[in-house]
């Protein structure tokens, strides 16, 4: 018996619209020169990330993937001794086209994300991240990573974000005062862009939702 399923392909015909070719391969150049050592095998281990079928459960793991030829001692290296030009990748990332919002605005938001890492003892300045719980009572307090993380968001309904920046929070650092500068350090960059020139009206709309 032949049966009709309906597929749903509408989230893949999104994706293909929001860059274009030329953007995506001028932003992989970008990228790749903002890796200034075991550039190659960074290259590869991030397109390796990108396209796993599925979560990373082992690193080795990742040099199975297609598109990375290299072998997983390679892949270690890399991850020990590559090094990435923070401030060149943040500037790559600040020239990309940003979502066009009706009223011409550009709309930021900023959060705090928490990479738990409760395996993960002797890693350093890990902190007590706050985990809400689906029952009244059940949040919990996890060794982890907080990440403050400013995106520009996309109009309408809809789950895309640009990423533009992206900081780790330390035990001593004060969440509002580091969100306040990096915000600033964003807008400076997106300006300097382009986003915005002279003559032009300048309003920028940022959305902080609170967080714990």
């Known amino acids: 018996m ?3 399923k309906a597929v749903m392909n509408s989230l893949l015909e999104h994706a293909a619209d929001v860059e274009s070719p030329a953007v995506l391969s001028r932003f ?10 075991r550039g ?7 397109d390796a990330v990108l396209c796993t079928d599925g979560p990373v459960w082992t690193l080795a793991g ?7 030829r290299r072998g997983h001692g390679a892949l270690y ?11 060149r990748l943040r500037r790559a990332l600040a020239g990309l086209p940003l979502p066009a919002w009706p009223d011409g605005r550009i709309r930021l938001a900023v959060d705090v994300s928490n990479w738990l890492r409760p395996d993960a003892a002797t890693s350093p300045e890990r902190l007590f991240c706050h985990l809400c719980g689906r029952g009244k009572g059940q949040a919990q307090m996890i060794p982890g990573w907080p990440y403050s993380v400013v995106a520009a968001l996309e ?4 789950s895309w974000t640009l990423p533009l920046d992206a900081v780790r929070l330390g035990p001593a650092d004060d969440q509002t005062e580091v969100t306040a500068v990096q915000v600033r350090e964003v807008v400076a960059r997106l300006i300097q862009a382009g986003h915005w020139q002279e003559g032009t009206r300048r309003s920028w709309s940022s959305s902080m939702p609170a967080t714990t």
């Open 62 to 68: 990742l040099s199975l993937v297609p598109g990375h």
């Open 40 to 46: 190659d095998e960074l290259f590869e281990l991030t």
């Open 155 to 158: 109009p309408g309904r809809t």
């Open 77 to 87: 290296d890399a991850v020990s001794h590559g090094r990435i030009q923070v401030a």
């Open 28 to 37: 992989r150049a970008d990228y790749r020169a903002c890796l200034t050592a």
């Open 2 to 4: 032949i049966t009709t």
